[in-house]
């Protein structure tokens, strides 16, 4: 006799290879993290001001991805405005004159809250072109057979 093979018993747990950092690895990926914080200071505080409504979208909204894109871009296309006028003239003063700028601020918001409205609005927009161009397709199906059934009302007889 032969025992029954157990589907259960022969597979194989693939294993998920998982990176482990050493204590000393995890301190210099700070220190690295650190440096470049520091380095680049002016760049790392615009940006984390102008990302927050993305960042909030990506804390609050983790499953939907097609928001987290869509304002998420428009975010950044805001966000890269201000951040070339840091590139250009590269100080560490120069990031609170950006910060406390009310128009920079604005265009960083708005650039959101744009992409915010497209996603939106902009399905709402092309539903609706959609169902006009079918209803319109549809009037124009329907007079073709309007005219299909006069042309062929003189040559088939009525149905008695």
């Avoid at 301190?27 to 001001?49: E, G």
């Avoid at 609050?60 to 928001?67: G, Q, V």
């Avoid at 700028?101 to 809250?113: D, E, G, K």
């Amino acid at each position: 006799m032969t025992k029954p093979i157990n589907n259960l018993t022969s597979k194989k747990n693939p294993k998920k290879s998982k990176i482990h950092l050493n204590l000393f690895q995890k301190v210099l990926i700070f220190i690295a993290f650190l440096i470049i914080s520091f380095t680049v200071l002016p760049a790392v505080v615009v940006l984390f001001l102008g990302l927050l409504p993305t960042l909030t979208i990506v804390v609050t909204d983790t499953k939907n991805i097609n928001k987290i894109t869509t304002i998420g871009c428009f975010n950044i296309s805001g966000v890269m405005i201000c951040l070339n006028s840091i590139f250009n003239q590269f100080q560490s003063p120069n990031v609170f004159s950006i910060t406390d700028n009310i128009y920079n601020i604005i265009i960083m918001l708005a650039a959101a809250a744009l992409g915010m409205v497209l996603y939106h609005i902009l399905p709402d927009i092309f539903a609706y072109i959609f169902k006009n161009s079918a209803q319109h397709r549809l009037k124009i199906i329907n007079s073709k057979l309007e005219k299909l059934k006069e042309n062929w009302a003189n040559i088939m007889p009525e149905d008695r």
